[in-house]
């Protein structure tokens, strides 16, 4: 169990500020639907986020905010791929191109792709490249 320092009892409350109101938490949810317009960004860039089962849903996300010729940048650990062909054959079917890779690091691959277009392929076809492995971290 967590206890509190003796040091932030102590602490002196500075003067002119009001007591903070305890706020309801927001309910932990996935941010599919990002409150942005269609084709309204020029960039949309995915760093070491693209950790849950449903990449498919924010790679469409990040396609429906760019705008024509937007550019998607990825940042990956480079263990989580298991086939970096399948990976990015899966993104250009989610009207993209892939502009540069760099594959050289021994821990993060980067990506940037073009948005081409709305996705080629149907919301129901499968995407195999999609699925990345867990994160491997190494004891150094």
Known sequence: MFEEPEWTEAAPVA????PVTP???????????VPLEDESVDVAVFCLSLMGT???DFLEEANRVLKPGGLLKVAEVSSRFEDVRAFLGA???LGFKV???????SHFFLFDFEK????????????S??????CLYKRR
Request: aromatic content about 0%; glycine content about 8%; cysteine-free.
């Open 99 to 105: 502009i540069s890779k760099d594959l050289t690091n």
């Open 129 to 134: 490249g999609l699925k990345l492995q867990p």
């Open 91 to 93: 993104v250009t079917k």
């Open 54 to 56: 449903n990449i498919r």
């Open 116 to 127: 081409t277009g709305p996705p080629r392929v149907g919301p129901k076809a499968k995407l």
């Open 15 to 18: 003067a002119g500020l009001r």
């Open 23 to 33: 706020q309801p938490r927001p309910a932990a949810t996935s941010q599919i639907k």
